[in-house]
């Protein structure tokens, strides 16, 4: 039977998952001879891994990755270790300023099934995962307290007046 809630979570999801790709970082092309049947753009992005277990995040145990793909319905996350899970959260800090640098956000947290762990080499896993819902903290409400670890992975705006000054005489020459 077709359901029109999962339906409604996964238009939510690919948006969410768009406004990851359109906001944070710059997209690389993906290669050409990827047989994926979703195209991906490469992107990295800090990343809170919660553990789903009995249908609650585990929230007492996370850890920091790194994404390394996403599409419009999953993403690609390199970790030290392989999971052993079905299901994670994906907890990301959404920047709201204009130029990606601020604080001033709020957190976003993606449910998704781990489809894939695939060692890359030197003690690397790279792991798949499929997105299935935006998990909303008036429903998990245990999720809030992770929100200033969360924004511990916004990037900090660090200019360097002595590199810029440099940079701008490099481009005059």
């Not at 249908?55 to 007492?60: C, L």
């Not at 920091?64 to 390199?78: F, K, M, P, Q, Y």
């Not at 894939?116 to 809030?144: C, M, P």
Request: net charge negative; with cysteine.
């Amino acid at each position: 039977m077709y359901s029109f809630e999962r339906n409604r979570d996964l238009i939510e999801v690919r948006g969410q998952l768009a406004r990851l790709i359109n906001r944070q970082t710059i997209p690389v092309f993906p290669d050409e001879l990827d047989d994926r049947v979703d195209s991906r753009c490469r992107h990295m992005i800090p990343v809170e891994i919660i553990m789903w277990e009995n249908d609650a995040p585990f929230v007492s145990e996370t850890m920091t990755a790194l994404t390394c793909d996403i599409s419009d319905t999953g993403i690609g996350i390199i970790m030290h270790h392989p999971l052993r899970v079905e299901q994670i959260v994906l907890g990301f800090w959404i920047d709201e300023s204009s130029q990606g640098t601020s604080r001033s956000g709020r957190p976003l947290f993606l449910l998704a099934d781990v489809v894939r762990n695939a060692s890359i080499g030197g003690h690397f896993w790279q792991v798949g995962t499929r997105v299935t819902k935006v998990l909303r903290l008036s429903a998990h409400d245990e999720l809030e307290q992770l929100a200033p670890r969360l924004a511990e992975l916004a990037p900090k705006q660090q200019e360097d007046p002595e590199l810029l000054h440099t940079i701008r005489e490099r481009l005059r020459t």
